[in-house]
């Protein structure tokens, strides 16, 4: 059985870094992309940041772009969202997810992040709180 499971949310001052680790079991990890995902209470979950199965590429949401990175670890089938010059909106419930293959599709030949529908395995979540 395939799962994916996030760890290291918590609370972190505002300006504060925070890494997000998403662990693997039961999958061909270098044939998916891991993307992270994010949500508010009584709000859409919100594409973060995704980066595709290996040899592929990253790419992430404006709102966090210059602020976060996202990597893989084949070795460990573990995916890294490291989090910096974090804000008080980025308080929210942070989830990871495997899609097959790549982090994107073509819409009307625009490069487009793949949706939440089209991701096959997703973890419970974890909380991050930027707060003083």
């Known amino acids: 059985q395939s799962h994916v499971v996030e760890s290291g949310g918590g609370l972190v001052q505002p300006g504060g870094s925070l890494t997000l680790s998403c662990a693997t079991s039961?999958?061909?990890?270098?044939?998916?992309?891991i993307g992270w995902f994010r949500q508010a209470p009584g709000r859409e979950r919100e594409w973060v940041a995704c980066?595709?199965?290996?040899?592929?590429?990253?790419g992430y949401a404006d709102s966090v772009k210059g602020r976060f990175t996202i990597s893989r670890d084949s070795t460990k089938k573990t995916v890294n969202l490291e989090m910096s010059s974090l804000k008080p909106e980025d308080s929210k419930v942070y989830y990871c997810?495997?899609?097959?293959?790549?982090?994107?599709?073509?819409?009307?030949?625009?490069?487009?992040?793949?949706?939440?529908?089209?991701?096959?395995?997703w973890g419970q979540g974890t909380q991050v709180t930027v707060s003083s």
């Open positions: 980066i595709s199965g290996s040899g592929g590429g990253a």
């Open positions: 997810a495997a899609a097959p293959r790549t982090c994107f599709v073509m819409v009307r030949g625009t490069k487009t992040p793949k949706g939440a529908p089209e991701y096959d395995y």
């Open positions: 039961g999958l061909n990890f270098d044939y998916y992309a």
